[in-house]
């Protein structure tokens, strides 16, 4: 016999305190309001970086990037060509892998980074970037596919970005709001149809995450949070935001409907926004040190639109990825930037990279320059320092898989964003540049609200982290990894069952990787949020 509650979990990517108290004070999601005050919320701490690949697979694993082997949207196995990161590459199974494997009925639905889908019933289907090509293993089990693209022909996100075109009589803020509402409607239309039909079955557990929010704060995070002042052009964007998160508020409410009591409800984000401040470019800053040099009249040319242009965006992305970039003077670099999102610098390390030229001795030389060169940028205006801290990787990770992240990490205060990419706009010039508008970038809080029967209303964490969601969400099912995990049961905000059953299942399950033209779809969608 089955012990242990029935576990909803709803993933809202991106969402932190700030927004969520700023759509609540609005009565923008009354639903989501009333699981908190009813139930118990407290911040979480994300990956480093705060960033929805690894934070994603962190919480889904229970354990650090370290010891699961992904430190970011690109795969880069020892001696393996780059390529895009698929489920099949975590070392350490999902947790509803393991519910499933101890007979609970599981629907995963939309989680982001989990492609292929994983072998679990009543349905998975995989969330963002996931190709949207039919029959590529997006959906399983797979004969549920043809159905379910029947009810909902637009079964994975199309537009990431809210890339808008202003019609003919068109403002160019009725065209942004027009996109807005069409994205809203179409995300929220494939989340709750792909939810109906999985409900369908009775649900043990049920994981699925609106990336909306997400995408949502990307572009437009300072109207989310502007205030009842702000000008008439940030009001009526945040008059359209509101209107697509009260929707997906109402969604969410018949998802709770639809699974039905009693059951334990977990609203999850992956990390917090904040509103962007300014740009810490961090490729500039190894150019000015004498750390990297750039390839010169050919790097010009490229940058100018006038050398060899690649093809399709794969070219580019491994071309740009750097390990092997045309751009860059390899053998006068000793480090170089890691991809924005991956907020890191690798040393050029002979033996090691492909065009390696420090020698193992000089490796802490180089990495105190770095340490050194990034800790002096001060921003020319304000004075203020964009990076708090830089730190080894193995200050930050444990594990078996450690070296496959940055060699140095960049810890950036709050508002700043990196980009790794070489600019001459900034050539010579202090590489940090204050920026205004409503773009949003990634901070380290996240958030868990939890409602239902086996929570204690009003409780408090301290010190909760990603990686304590899955053993949380298996010791709410009354389950419990055989694998010793980083992450701890949550036993302050819940009353767990005892006597948990132990349950162990083999790392990854036999799933293939993307295609050539998924590739490419996939590196597009990631290019369109900035994550190459």
Same mark, same amino acid.
């Given at each position: 016999?089955?012990?242990?509650?029935?576990?909803? /979990? /709803?993933?809202?990517? *991106?969402?932190?305190?700030?927004?969520?108290?700023?759509?609540?004070?609005?009565?923008?999601?009354?639903?989501?309001?009333?699981?908190?005050?009813?139930?118990?919320?407290?911040?979480?701490?994300?990956?480093?970086?705060?960033?929805?690949?690894?934070?994603?697979?962190?919480?889904?694993?229970?354990?650090?990037?370290?010891?699961?082997?992904?430190?970011?949207?690109?795969?880069?196995?020892?001696?393996?060509?780059?390529?895009?990161?698929?489920?099949?590459?975590? @070392?350490?199974?999902?947790?509803?892998?393991?519910?499933?494997?101890?007979?609970?009925?599981?629907?995963?639905?939309?989680?982001?980074?989990?492609?292929?889908?994983?072998?679990?019933?009543?349905?998975?289907?995989?969330?963002?970037?996931?190709?949207?090509?039919?029959?590529?293993?997006?959906?399983?089990?797979?004969?549920?596919?043809?159905?379910?693209?029947?009810?909902?022909?637009?079964?994975?996100?199309?537009? /990431?970005?809210?890339?808008?075109?202003?019609?003919?009589?068109?403002?160019?803020?009725?065209?942004?709001?027009?996109?807005?509402?069409?994205?809203?409607?179409?995300?929220?239309?494939?989340? @709750?149809?792909?939810?109906?039909?999985?409900?369908?079955?009775?649900?043990?557990?049920?994981?699925?995450?609106?990336?909306?929010?997400?995408?949502?704060? !990307?572009?437009?995070? *300072?109207?989310?949070?502007?205030?009842?002042?702000?000008?008439?052009?940030?009001?009526?964007?945040?008059?359209?935001?509101?209107?697509?998160?009260?929707?997906?508020?109402?969604?969410?409410?018949?998802?709770?409907?639809?699974?039905?009591?009693?059951?334990?409800?977990?609203?999850?984000?992956?990390?917090?926004?904040?509103?962007?401040?300014?740009?810490?470019?961090?490729?500039?800053?190894?150019?000015?040190?004498?750390?990297?040099?750039?390839?010169?009249?050919?790097?010009?040319?490229?940058?100018?639109?006038?050398?060899?242009?690649?093809?399709?965006?794969?070219?580019?992305?491994?071309?740009?990825?750097?390990?092997?970039?045309?751009?860059?003077?390899? %053998?006068?670099?000793?480090?170089?930037?890691?991809?924005? !999102?991956?907020?890191?610098?690798?040393?050029?390390?002979?033996?090691?990279?492909?065009?390696?030229?420090?020698?193992?001795?000089?490796?802490?030389?180089?990495?105190?320059?770095?340490?050194?060169?990034?800790?002096?940028?001060?921003?020319?205006?304000?004075?203020?320092?964009?990076?708090?801290?830089?730190?080894?990787?193995?200050?930050?990770?444990?594990?078996?898989?450690?070296?496959?992240?940055?060699?140095?990490?960049?810890?950036?205060?709050?508002?700043? !964003?990196?980009?790794?990419?070489?600019?001459?706009?900034?050539?010579?010039?202090?590489?940090?540049?204050? @920026?205004?508008?409503?773009?949003?970038?990634?901070?380290?809080?996240?958030?868990?609200?939890?409602?239902?029967?086996?929570?204690?209303?009003?409780?408090?964490?301290? *010190?909760?982290?990603?990686?304590?969601?899955?053993?949380?969400?298996?010791?709410?099912?009354?389950?419990?990894?055989?694998?010793?995990?980083?992450?701890? %049961?949550?036993?302050?905000?819940?009353?767990?069952?005892?006597?948990?059953?132990?349950?162990?299942?083999?790392?990854?399950?036999?799933?293939?990787?993307?295609?050539?033209?998924?590739?490419?779809?996939?590196?597009?969608?990631?290019?369109?949020?900035?994550?190459?």
């Amino acid at each position: 016999m089955q012990t242990g509650n029935r576990v909803l /979990i /709803i993933g809202l990517d *991106g969402m932190g305190a700030e927004a969520f108290d700023a759509l609540s004070a609005r009565g923008v999601i009354p639903t989501l309001a009333a699981l908190h005050g009813r139930g118990a919320r407290g911040v979480v701490a994300s990956t480093f970086p705060p960033c929805t690949c690894p934070a994603w697979p962190t919480m889904c694993t229970g354990v650090n990037p370290g010891r699961h082997g992904v430190f970011s949207f690109i795969w880069r196995g020892q001696g393996e060509a780059l390529r895009i990161v698929t489920a099949a590459d975590f @070392a350490v199974p999902r947790f509803w892998r393991l519910a499933a494997e101890a007979g609970r009925r599981c629907a995963i639905l939309y989680v982001p980074t989990m492609f292929p889908a994983d072998a679990v019933r009543p349905l998975a289907v995989s969330g963002f970037p996931a190709p949207s090509r039919p029959g590529n293993g997006g959906v399983y089990p797979p004969e549920a596919e043809e159905e379910l693209r029947r009810e909902i022909p637009d079964l994975q996100l199309v537009n /990431i970005h809210l890339r808008w075109d202003a019609r003919p009589g068109e403002s160019r803020v009725d065209a942004m709001v027009r996109a807005i509402r069409e994205k809203g409607e179409s995300d929220i239309r494939q989340v @709750a149809g792909v939810f109906e039909y999985a409900s369908r079955t009775p649900l043990d557990l049920a994981m699925v995450v609106f990336s909306l929010t997400d995408h949502l704060f !990307h572009s437009y995070y *300072g109207c989310v949070v502007a205030a009842d002042d702000a000008p008439a052009e940030v009001l009526a964007l945040r008059a359209a935001i509101d209107e697509v998160l009260h929707r997906m508020d109402a969604a969410i409410a018949d998802m709770l409907t639809r699974f039905g009591e009693p059951a334990t409800v977990l609203v999850v984000s992956d990390h917090g926004f904040t509103r962007k401040r300014a740009t810490f470019y961090s490729g500039e800053c190894l150019r000015q040190a004498g750390l990297l040099k750039p390839a010169g009249l050919r790097y010009l040319l490229r940058r100018l639109g006038l050398g060899r242009r690649s093809r399709v965006i794969t070219d580019k992305f491994v071309e740009e990825a750097s390990l092997d970039n045309p751009n860059i003077l390899w %053998p006068a670099t000793l480090a170089f930037p890691a991809q924005d !999102h991956e907020q890191g610098v690798f040393v050029n390390l002979k033996g090691r990279n492909p065009h390696g030229v420090v020698e193992p001795a000089e490796y802490e030389n180089v990495v105190a320059r770095v340490r050194e060169a990034f800790l002096a940028v001060r921003e020319p205006v304000t004075g203020e320092k964009p990076v708090r801290a830089v730190r080894r990787r193995e200050e930050v990770y444990s594990g078996p898989y450690v070296d496959r992240a940055p060699d140095i990490l960049i810890d950036l205060a709050d508002g700043w !964003h990196m980009r790794s990419k070489l600019s001459w706009r900034v050539r010579g010039k202090p590489p940090a540049y204050l @920026a205004d508008g409503y773009i949003g970038v990634h901070l380290p809080d996240a958030m868990l609200v939890a409602a239902g029967p086996a929570v204690k209303p009003g409780s408090t964490l301290a *010190g909760a982290q990603l990686a304590d969601i899955a053993p949380t969400a298996l010791a709410l099912l009354g389950l419990e990894s055989a694998l010793p995990l980083d992450g701890r %049961p949550l036993e302050e905000m819940f009353t767990l069952p005892g006597g948990r059953q132990k349950v162990a299942v083999d790392a990854a399950p036999a799933a293939t990787g993307y295609s050539a033209s998924d590739e490419a779809e996939v590196s597009r969608r990631l290019e369109e949020l900035g994550y190459l």
